[in-house]
């Protein structure tokens, strides 16, 4: 029955794409204001932490994602501090990030007893609507068979695609991280605008990082994003920062990384270390056509260029 | 009525160097005011002042009689100033609507592209100026460009226009009708303040003149009771009147650079970039290439330099056939360049002086042993050359970008002519630079014939070649069309060959 195979590899796209989606929607925030945060990956986990410890805890993975959104959002603003103010190198700031959000996160999860890694969380995020929903013909599973996040990153992606375009201060986000000297003499604040979407790329990657524990994996372990916060910075070039294309190519991503389950579904058996790789082959592969097609780039022209008003 | 701006004793040190001291300078409501200076004169910091992008170091302004002290441009806007920078304030990636509007706290929190263009639309209409709002900036002429900055200043509610060096990349056509526009603001009660350093623009436009000298006000009068002369003589000083260079006397010597039918073809759809040149350059001697630019100048020097292969035809350096031979090779024969493009091609900017100086001699046993640097000869070497061909703003420890445009011109000069090359070829060598700087760079050119140089200059200043040069080519469409000495031509005789007319 491949309809039902179908409709089952895209459900599971969905989610293993909502992480990266969240990260991504919010990496194009950081990203247009001209700052380059590659350390996704590490806030990432960050979120992923936080918001399992407080949810044991708590019992509440509500709890736990705000916790989760609110330390992620403050870990960022290292590179805030470092990136904007003190203008150092995004490269080397966001790579150390994610290295030292590893090493804290493992630090965490080590700590208590019993410690984080050996606990179990009952309470994870659970379907909005009733079972009995979930089998209507394609809409059932496609669209009302999801948790509350899942949901919330749609809303998140149809607000950044608006602010971004259809807002005054979207506008003026745009105009920070394309040319912040000419925003700067229209009277922007320029280290406001980039701290404040640093943060709110912080935060949306930390609401990744916490989805991976309080629903895809209902479980933490150590550097458990394994590479989604490093696509998810991919994805947002791939999507030429713009969020609506972001969350097709997330969704893409999901697929075709959970293409050894549908395959085993269909009864196939191909090596899962091939399959791993997939992803990556294909990324390449598309980001090669769209910026070949592309005709005016959406690539924020100061992208990773600090902003020093006195320099001559 | 107060005057608009009036600054006393104002004064701006960058790195303890003064670049502006106790000027009082003093805008009337309603004036186009021209503020005349040679570059680094202190006339862009004096403006950048006043539109709040630096502090003064010491110093006060009043604005329109109230104490002023903006500390941002965008403080210096809420009062009223607003500035037209050399390269303006737009975005590029945006379009004109969403340009003119950034910042404007009366747009919507919501808003839509048309919304936003109809917005637009309606502040051009209010100021009698035209952009097509929908647009993106980076598709705009440079004078359109400029139009779309003026608007997003007066919708910003500018009351005192600043405009530095506006016309530097405006065709005149487009300068004529920046100067109507001006006129008209300036008629409607707006302050404008002309940043500019030339001569003709302040007679044409302006009704005041300030006229800056080393960060000084050495004068402030009326446009009328001025003569061209007289602000020449200010801007300059009494030391070094234009045109006051020697032609030394000087003799003919042997064939230094000699070309045989060069062409190249690089598309054989097209036409040849050089079809067939052939010319020469003896010891002694400046040779001015004049032409239309486009017209295969630039491809000329690049393949004498070697940065351009030959299709065809012989190179030839003092007998030896140089054609196949490399960039590195040349100079070590003898050839000294001094490109067209010379903040991307002649130097690095990014680096210190001792580095620049050092680009070409690199290799040289004076400079280095093996793979390490001399760095101490390197650095006398370098402080002879700031000496000698007068650099001036050289900081230790500073990249050259901090030079002004002249200053980096003579450094390019200082270096290709401290290797005592046979053959100098020059291309544009005094483009964008005032009126001092130029005929400074003239003068060492001359200088140097005069000690046995070949000189081969590349100018689309038709006076400057006329003026120089012992022998005048014309390129029309990559051929040589005329090749004569220069006291045998003038300038309407050249021009009918540089437009083709024979």
Known sequence: ??????????????????????????????????????????????????????????????????????????????????????????????????????????????????????????????????????????????????????????????????????????????????????????????????????????????AGGGYLTLRLFSDWFDDMTAGMGWIAVILVILASWRSLRLLVAAYAFGAISSLGFTLQLLGWNIPTELLAILPFLVVYLVMVFVSAAERRSQMPAALAEPYFRESR | MEPAVRTRGLSKDFFGQSVLEDVDFDLRWGEIHALLGENGAGKSTLCSILAGLYHPTRGEMMLAGAPYSPHSPHAALEAGVGMVYQHFRLVE?????????????????????????????????????????????????????????????????????????????????????????????ADQGQGVILVTH????????????????????????????????????????????????????????????????????????????????????????????????????????????????????????????????????????????VPEDRLTRGLVLGLEIEDNVLLRSQRDREFSIGPFLRLSAIRQWARRLIDRFDIRGVRKGLPISVLSGGNLQRLILARELSRQPALLVASEPTRGLDVGAAEAVRTTLKTERGRGVGILLFSGDLEEVLGISDEVVVMYEGRIVASRPASEVDVAQVGRWMAGVT
């Open chain 1, 1 to 206: 029955m491949n309809d039902w195979v179908l409709i089952q590899s895209l459900v599971v796209a969905v989610s293993t794409g909502t992480p990266v989606v969240l990260a991504g929607s919010g990496a194009i925030l950081t990203q247009r204001s001209g700052v380059l945060d590659l350390g996704v990956e590490g806030t990432m986990l960050i979120g992923a932490v936080t918001g399992f410890w407080v949810t044991t805890a708590t019992d509440s993975p509500f709890a736990g994602l705000v916790v989760a959104v609110l330390a992620a959002a403050v870990f960022s603003m290292i590179q805030g501090v470092l990136a904007v103010s003190l203008r150092a190198n995004q490269v080397v700031v966001g790579v150390a990030l994610v290295i030292f959000g590893s090493g804290l996160s493992s630090f965490i999860g080590s700590q208590g007893d019993p410690p984080l890694a050996r606990r179990f969380s009952g309470a994870i995020f659970t379907p909005v609507y009733p079972e009995s929903v979930h089998d209507w013909p394609a809409v059932g599973p496609l669209l009302l068979s999801h948790d509350p996040v899942v949901y919330m990153s749609w809303a998140f992606v149809a607000v950044v695609q608006w602010y971004v375009f259809r807002t005054r201060t979207g506008m003026h986000l745009r105009a920070v991280g394309h040319d912040p000297a000419s925003a700067d003499a229209a009277g922007l604040r320029v280290s406001g605008m980039r701290y404040l979407h640093v943060a709110l790329g912080g935060a949306a990657a930390g």
């Open chain 2, 93 to 185: 990636q945006m379009t004109v609507a969403e340009n003119i509007l950034l910042g404007n706290p009366d747009v919507p929190v919501r808003m839509t592209a048309s919304g936003l263009a109809d917005r637009a639309r309606e502040v051009m209409d209010r100021h009698g100026l035209w952009i097509e709002p929908t647009r993106y900036v980076a598709d705009l002429a440079v004078g359109e460009k400029q139009q779309a900055e003026i608007i997003r200043l007066l919708n910003r509610g500018v009351k005192v226009l600043i405009l530095d060096e506006p016309t530097a990349v405006l065709t005149p056509r487009e300068a004529e009708a920046l100067f109507a526009t001006l006129r008209n603001l």
């Open chain 2, 198 to 337: 030339k001569l003709r623009e302040v007679q044409q436009s302006a009704d005041t003149v300030t006229v800056l000298r080393s960060g000084k006000k050495v004068a402030h009068q009326g446009v009328e009771d001025t003569t061209t002369h007289d602000l020449a003589r200010l801007m300059i000083g009494d030391d070094l009147a234009p045109g006051s260079g020697v032609d030394a006397s000087h003799t003919t010597g042997d064939k230094l650079l000699e070309l045989h039918s060069v062409s190249v073809v690089s598309d054989a759809a097209t036409r040849p970039e050089l079809d067939d040149v052939s010319l020469t350059v003896r010891a002694g001697q400046i040779v001015g290439v004049a032409g239309v630019s486009g017209n295969g100048q630039r491809e000329l020097a690049e393949v004498i330099t070697g940065l351009r292969t030959t299709t065809s035809g012989t190179i030839r350096l003092r007998g030896e056939d140089i054609s196949s031979q490399t960039i590195g090779s040349r100079i070590n024969k003898g050839m000294g360049f």
